[in-house]
């Protein structure tokens, strides 16, 4: 990639300030997101781009976070970087984009059919801004020759991945999820950010809350309420269609539940929770969760009042990397 650091610098803040416009063309995109993919309802894409132009595109920030990379030489000729890119919440792939584009490195991108259109709308500004990106940055639907790989998929894909990319640097990402663990003592402030932590984008990000731990005799009743907030959810169908199926099953077979009419709550041992159900567990102390948590590849993060805190999961910082490892420092030894 034959800018300089400063000129890729300086494209960022400009695609951030882009982000946080009323631009028409970017109205008409967002709008063609969701008439793509019907999980993309207008306000999720807002907030999608709203974090990225934030948390990601500011240009203090953006210095920062590339002091503490010394390694990476903007004169050094860029590697090409293959990226298979995540579809579940729009613009789900930005960070990994970001990184390899600040890295200096070239690109051969796989788009996810989910999130395409926000995604080449991205690389089609840049590449207006700067021409010279028109070689370094490539969408491809096979992925060959790369020097590097960065691939984010399911459980099934990455194990395809990890057979293909195996002889070369790779990050692979699998499937992960959250969790929260509430003591009793929440707010109803609190509460209400968990109900981010759990509703936004549908519950279909790795960062999204799908199962709570909460102590023995807990009072549901106040998370149950404060959850209706989002009950315009089940006006979309493809939610709506969920949570009657769902519901249908724990009919079927006389589960146990309970529900608020937009999420059913499962006494369940299991991380993972499909789409309106929300899974809990029973704790005696918070040590006994401390040792479910501790070492447990499937959590991607914790809120709770000794963790992140309640509404921060769908909010990370450039430096909060995708499973714990350091996107940068990889992209800078590639």
């Not at 089609?124 to 960065?150: F, H, R, T, V």
């Not at 059913?264 to 499909?274: G, K, R, T, V």
Request: charge should be neutral; aromatic fraction near 12%.
């Amino acid at each position: 990639m034959n800018i300089t650091l400063q000129q890729r610098i300086g494209l960022m803040t400009r695609l951030g300030e882009y982000l946080s416009s009323g631009d028409e063309e970017l109205k008409e995109v967002k709008n063609q997101a969701f008439l793509h993919n019907g999980w993309f309802i207008p306000e999720f894409v807002d907030l999608a781009l709203k974090n990225i132009a934030e948390q990601f595109l500011q240009r203090k920030k953006l210095e920062d976070w590339i002091k503490k990379y010394p390694r990476l030489n903007e004169k050094k000729p860029g590697k090409n970087v293959g990226m298979v890119m995540a579809g579940n919440i729009p613009a789900v792939g930005f960070h990994d984009f970001l990184c390899t584009f600040m890295s200096g490195q070239n690109m051969s991108l796989k788009l996810s059919s989910k999130d395409e259109v926000l995604s080449k709308h991205f690389i089609e500004k840049l590449k207006a801004w700067e021409p010279a990106l028109n070689e370094s940055i490539q969408i491809k639907e096979m992925l060959k020759g790369c020097d590097a790989y960065i691939a984010t998929g399911s459980n099934n894909s990455a194990r395809y991945f990890h057979y293909y990319f195996q002889k070369y640097p790779h990050i692979i990402r699998r499937n992960r999820t959250s969790v929260a663990v509430l003591d009793g003592s929440e707010s109803e402030a609190e509460l209400k950010n968990l109900s981010d932590d759990v509703f936004q984008y549908f519950g279909l990000g790795c960062r999204n809350i799908t199962k709570i731990y909460v102590p023995e005799r807990y009072d549901f009743m106040p998370l149950m309420n404060i959850f209706k907030r989002y009950a315009f959810l089940k006006d979309f169908h493809r939610y709506s269609n969920n949570y009657d199926y769902n519901l249908s099953i724990v009919l079927l077979n006389r589960t146990k539940f309970m529900t608020n009419d937009i999420t059913l709550f499962l006494e369940n041992s299991s991380a993972f929770s499909p789409i309106s159900v929300l899974h809990y567990e029973y704790y005696k102390s918070l040590e006994e969760v401390g040792r479910f948590l501790s070492g447990n590849e499937d959590i991607q993060g914790v809120t709770g009042h000794h963790h992140l805190p309640f509404g921060e999961a769908q909010h990370p910082a450039l430096d909060d990397y995708a499973d714990g490892i350091d996107t940068m420092k990889f992209l800078s030894e590639v």
